[in-house]
């Protein structure tokens, strides 16, 4: 008898190697191969893939075979087809799809455990429950459990139905877990039921929406297939299996049959699926990159577990922009959705300190305000630390060294703390301005006028470099009272009841943005006598605290009283 062949799977992108390696060659992963046997039928009659087998099932019920080739067609003999999107119930959801649901689209949704994913699918699915056909997948929750959680976000009433499918005997049986210790009754999906309003505590069936507790691959496509809902919710695709498989469920062979399965389906159907992925405790999603390549959507549901906001980040979108991103709130009754984020991320102007300005970001095509708060004290220690809660640390590297070396901030033996106001993550560079004027405001301790909203990309020479969506900045900005904006040189917008303030160079926007600063001396002057010199070599900071106040050296030799 033949010794079984042993092959090793790469966890991360799903190459084979007839060996181990502590490194995939593919895709770089450490420790990231497992033992695995190759992927083989159980029997000569069952198929060896989920791809396979939904195309078997597709053959028994009459319809055609994915499988079939077909000839080629002229782009221009396709006829012109409109897609009218589906309306969430969420206006921020929306928003984040570009627009609405697709009918027929895959979406993918990942987030840490506990961020509320599950809670924001179940909300969605109820609203849409309404109106349309909704299959919700549980492959982590029993039906009693998913009951619990409906009545508690749903004001007490559960919008649930359980399916219910033929054993092989013939007799009708509840799916997965429900049964006579679910707590909930098995109905037929084509059937009737009286759907008045019960009391509280109970429980209103909503005709539209069934429930399955169901982990096998081969059941959810039955149901799909029979059901033919118009919204479907798979919770989560790491937790369901396709039998012929010897790997474990969340495996990168399972991972990646059961997702090529379901798109299959959803795209034949036109279903909307929306699938729940998993993270690695990197915070990327669990399972081989060609899951995030078949789905039509990749959302991530992100939040700090000490706030109560919650922001879905498009990763990727076919139908829409990318980078978009939809504001939420937890509350005790589920998630509800925050029309104005801009409030959310801004401190009160009323009690302004030093070391705060607010900036204007742009994720995708939505601009948000944003408070940052800079504090600069003295290094307790021999190294001074640099720590940035929402911003890239790297950057704010970059801009204290251009501070240093070209406007002569001495900050090489203090400690910058740097924080973005409710702990949104500011990743674009428009708001590299606001960083060093909230650095120098600190540093200095003078106040940066609290009107004033400052825009620009910072330049390892100084410079203020121009920013994409400068208008549409703008009017955000202007909308929620702002009086003065500093924004790079060269760029004409339209005033939008704004005071444009432009600036060639980060010494021009700190005169600006900081009222109480001096001006510089004649010394500080450059050559053309019209802009402050950047050339300023930073003081080297005495040991007595009482010398820290030292006034720095211009290009000349000359003191200046602006640091």
Same mark, same amino acid.
């Given at each position: 008898?033949?010794?079984?062949?042993?092959?090793?799977?790469?966890?991360?992108?799903?190459?084979?190697?007839?060996?181990?390696?502590?490194?995939?060659?593919?895709?770089?992963?450490?420790?990231?191969?497992?033992?695995? =046997?190759?992927?083989?039928?159980?029997?000569?009659?069952?198929?060896?893939?989920?791809?396979?087998?939904?195309?078997?099932?597709?053959?028994?019920?009459?319809?055609?075979?994915?499988?079939?080739? +077909?000839?080629?067609?002229?782009?221009?003999?396709?006829?012109?087809?409109?897609?009218?999107?589906?309306?969430?119930?969420?206006?921020?959801?929306?928003?984040?799809?570009?627009?609405?649901?697709?009918?027929?689209?895959?979406?993918?949704?990942?987030?840490?455990?506990?961020?509320?994913?599950?809670?924001?699918?179940?909300?969605?699915?109820?609203?849409?429950?309404?109106?349309?056909?909704?299959?919700?997948?549980?492959?982590? #929750?029993?039906?009693?459990?998913?009951?619990?959680?409906?009545?508690?976000?749903?004001?007490?009433?559960?919008?649930?139905?359980?399916?219910?499918?033929?054993?092989?005997?013939?007799?009708? #049986?509840?799916?997965?877990?429900?049964?006579?210790?679910?707590?909930?009754?098995?109905?037929?999906?084509?059937?009737?039921?009286?759907?008045?309003?019960?009391?509280?505590?109970?429980?209103?069936?909503?005709?539209?929406?069934?429930?399955?507790?169901?982990?096998?691959?081969?059941?959810?496509?039955?149901?799909?297939?029979?059901?033919?809902?118009?919204?479907?919710?798979?919770?989560?695709?790491?937790?369901?299996?396709?039998?012929?498989?010897?790997?474990?469920?969340?495996?990168?062979?399972?991972?990646?049959?059961?997702?090529?399965?379901?798109?299959?389906?959803?795209?034949?159907?036109?279903?909307?699926?929306?699938?729940?992925?998993?993270?690695?405790?990197?915070?990327?999603?669990?399972?081989?990159?060609?899951?995030?390549?078949?789905?039509?959507?990749?959302?991530?549901?992100?939040?700090?577990?000490?706030?109560?906001?919650?922001?879905?980040?498009?990763?990727?979108?076919?139908?829409?922009?990318?980078?978009?991103?939809?504001?939420?709130?937890?509350?005790?009754?589920?998630?509800?959705?925050?029309?104005?984020?801009?409030?959310?991320?801004?401190?009160?102007?009323?009690?302004?300190?030093?070391?705060?300005?607010?900036?204007?970001?742009?994720?995708?095509? +939505?601009?948000?305000?944003?408070?940052?708060?800079?504090?600069?004290?003295?290094?307790?220690?021999?190294?001074?630390?640099?720590?940035?809660?929402?911003?890239?640390?790297?950057?704010?590297?970059?801009?204290?060294?251009?501070? #240093?070396?070209?406007?002569?901030?001495?900050?090489?033996?203090?400690?910058?703390?740097?924080?973005?106001?409710?702990?949104?993550?500011?990743?674009?560079?428009?708001? $590299?301005?606001?960083?060093?004027?909230?650095?120098?405001?600190?540093?200095?301790?003078?106040?940066?006028?609290?009107?004033?909203?400052?825009?620009?990309?910072?330049?390892?020479?100084?410079?203020?470099?121009?920013?994409?969506?400068?208008?549409?900045?703008?009017?955000?900005?202007?909308?929620?009272?702002?009086?003065?904006?500093?924004?790079?040189?060269?760029?004409?917008?339209?005033?939008?009841?704004?005071?444009?303030?432009?600036?060639?160079?980060?010494?021009?926007?700190?005169? =600006?943005?900081?009222?109480?600063?001096?001006?510089?001396?004649?010394?500080?002057? $450059?050559?053309?006598?019209?802009?402050?010199?950047?050339?300023?070599?930073?003081?080297?900071?005495?040991?007595? =605290?009482?010398?820290?106040?030292?006034?720095?050296?211009?290009?000349?030799?000359?003191?200046?009283?602006?640091?």
């Amino acid at each position: 008898m033949a010794k079984p062949r042993t092959i090793y799977v790469c966890q991360e992108c799903g190459a084979e190697f007839p060996q181990y390696f502590g490194r995939c060659t593919n895709c770089g992963a450490w420790n990231s191969l497992v033992e695995t =046997e190759p992927i083989e039928a159980l029997t000569t009659t069952r198929p060896a893939s989920a791809v396979a087998w939904n195309r078997n099932l597709n053959a028994a019920n009459g319809e055609k075979s994915e499988g079939q080739p +077909r000839a080629s067609v002229r782009l221009s003999e396709i006829a012109d087809a409109s897609v009218a999107r589906m309306p969430s119930g969420y206006a921020e959801l929306d928003r984040v799809l570009g627009g609405g649901i697709v009918p027929g689209s895959l979406v993918l949704i990942g987030g840490e455990p506990g961020i509320g994913k599950s809670t924001l699918l179940l909300q969605t699915a109820s609203g849409l429950a309404q109106d349309s056909r909704v299959l919700y997948v549980s492959a982590e #929750e029993s039906g009693q459990q998913i009951k619990l959680r409906a009545q508690r976000l749903l004001d007490g009433h559960s919008h649930i139905e359980t399916t219910q499918h033929e054993s092989p005997d013939g007799n009708s #049986e509840p799916r997965g877990d429900l049964g006579s210790n679910s707590g909930a009754e098995a109905r037929d999906p084509k059937g009737s039921e009286d759907n008045s309003e019960l009391g509280e505590g109970t429980l209103a069936v909503e005709p539209n929406f069934f429930l399955l507790p169901e982990t096998d691959l081969e059941a959810i496509l039955r149901e799909l297939e029979s059901l033919k809902p118009d919204f479907a919710v798979i919770d989560s695709i790491q937790t369901i299996y396709f039998s012929s498989l010897t790997s474990a469920p969340g495996s990168v062979a399972q991972v990646r049959e059961c997702t090529s399965a379901l798109m299959q389906v959803a795209k034949r159907e036109n279903i909307t699926l929306f699938v729940v992925g998993h993270v690695t405790k990197d915070g990327s999603i669990a399972g081989p990159r060609v899951l995030e390549h078949l789905v039509d959507t990749v959302l991530f549901f992100e939040g700090d577990r000490f706030a109560s906001h919650r922001i879905l980040r498009s990763m990727k979108n076919r139908f829409g922009a990318t980078h978009e991103i939809g504001v939420f709130e937890m509350i005790a009754n589920g998630l509800r959705e925050v029309a104005n984020p801009s409030e959310l991320f801004m401190g009160s102007r009323d009690e302004t300190v030093s070391g705060t300005c607010t900036v204007v970001a742009c994720e995708g095509t +939505r601009p948000i305000l944003v408070e940052l708060q800079a504090l600069v004290s003295p290094a307790s220690f021999g190294s001074p630390r640099r720590s940035a809660t929402g911003i890239d640390s790297n950057r704010l590297q970059q801009i204290l060294a251009v501070l #240093e070396k070209r406007v002569g901030v001495p900050l090489s033996k203090l400690d910058t703390y740097l924080a973005s106001v409710g702990g949104i993550r500011v990743e674009e560079p428009a708001a $590299d301005l606001g960083v060093a004027i909230a650095v120098v405001s600190g540093f200095r301790d003078r106040l940066v006028d609290p009107h004033t909203v400052l825009i620009g990309e910072v330049g390892l020479g100084g410079q203020v470099r121009q920013v994409s969506q400068l208008e549409l900045r703008l009017r955000e900005a202007a909308k929620l009272g702002f009086k003065r904006a500093i924004i790079p040189k060269g760029q004409n917008p339209p005033e939008l009841g704004l005071k444009l303030i432009p600036v060639a160079r980060v010494l021009d926007a700190i005169l =600006e943005a900081i009222p109480s600063a001096s001006s510089p001396s004649p010394e500080a002057i $450059d050559s053309g006598g019209t802009q402050p010199a950047l050339s300023l070599p930073p003081l080297d900071l005495a040991e007595d =605290e009482d010398d820290w106040d030292d006034e720095p050296l211009n290009a000349d030799g000359a003191e200046t009283d602006l640091f």
